[in-house]
């Protein structure tokens, strides 16, 4: 079972690429830890708009886990979205992305997903529903609240001798990469018995 840290979304700057409320709907509205609070975009905004969170300077932290409470109601919510990390805030890479069932306002939704990349910078894209086909309009997108969580699991220990055609440990290679995945149903991290983490 997989350990999860605290709420790293804390202490930075919350922004957004669409701020036409003000304070009513504000960036920092979606991680002021209070669930009366809503981060929204505009009406029928472009697939474009963002949420944005600054860690600071010189602070990084590896997202594994999201959890979002949700915001629904007849013409705002949030489904398809995606999570981008950056550390100069101009080249995003991809972490995770999602899709949101038809829950309950208020609701909490969790999910975790391999990641090894630490960010400073992370930005979360909301894709625009509008019908026909979806469950709801979501003319506009938002958030109560989002957290993201780093893995912060015991690496499992590798005692066993694993040398695959005799091969010694300098230079793991894919195989024995994959092996030790299915051996331990994928779950990370690992530490060889060198003391490398995988
Ligand atoms: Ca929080
Ligand atoms: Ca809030």
């Known amino acids: 079972?997989?350990?999860?840290?605290?709420?790293?979304?804390?202490?930075g700057t919350a922004t957004t690429s669409d701020d036409i409320y003000g304070d009513a709907f504000k960036a920092s509205?979606?991680?002021?830890d209070n669930t009366a609070t809503l981060y929204m975009t505009g009406l029928n905004k472009a697939e474009d708009q963002w949420w944005k969170y600054d860690l600071g300077a010189g602070i990084t932290k590896?997202?594994?886990r999201i959890r979002i409470c949700i915001f629904n109601d007849s013409n705002a919510s949030i489904?398809?979205?995606?999570?981008?990390g950056s550390n100069n805030d101009s080249e995003y890479a991809e972490i995770t992305s999602g899709s949101e069932a038809n829950v309950a306002d208020?609701?909490?939704?969790?999910?975790d997903f391999e990641n090894t990349e630490a960010y400073r910078y992370f930005k979360i894209i909301m894709?625009?529903?509008?019908?026909?086909?979806?469950?709801?309009?979501?003319?506009?997108r938002g958030f109560r609240e989002i957290e993201l969580r780093e893995d912060i699991s015991a690496p499992t220990e590798i005692t066993e001798n694993i040398k695959p055609n005799k091969k010694s440990y300098?230079?793991?290679n894919?195989?024995?990469?994959q092996y030790i995945k299915n051996k331990f149903n994928n779950t990370l991290p690992y530490k060889l018995p060198d003391g490398t983490l995988w």
Not at 1 to 11: I, P, R, S
Not at 79 to 84: D, G, Q, S
């Open 1 to 11: 079972m997989a350990e999860y840290g605290e709420d790293f979304l804390t202490g």
């Open 29 to 32: 509205n979606g991680c002021d």
């Open 62 to 64: 590896t997202a594994n």
């Open 79 to 84: 489904k398809e979205w995606n999570l981008y």
């Open 106 to 111: 208020n609701a909490w939704v969790q999910h």
């Open 127 to 140: 894709h625009y529903n509008y019908p026909p086909g979806s469950w709801r309009p979501d003319a506009f």
């Open 170 to 172: 300098t230079g793991y």
């Open 174 to 177: 894919c195989f024995i990469q």
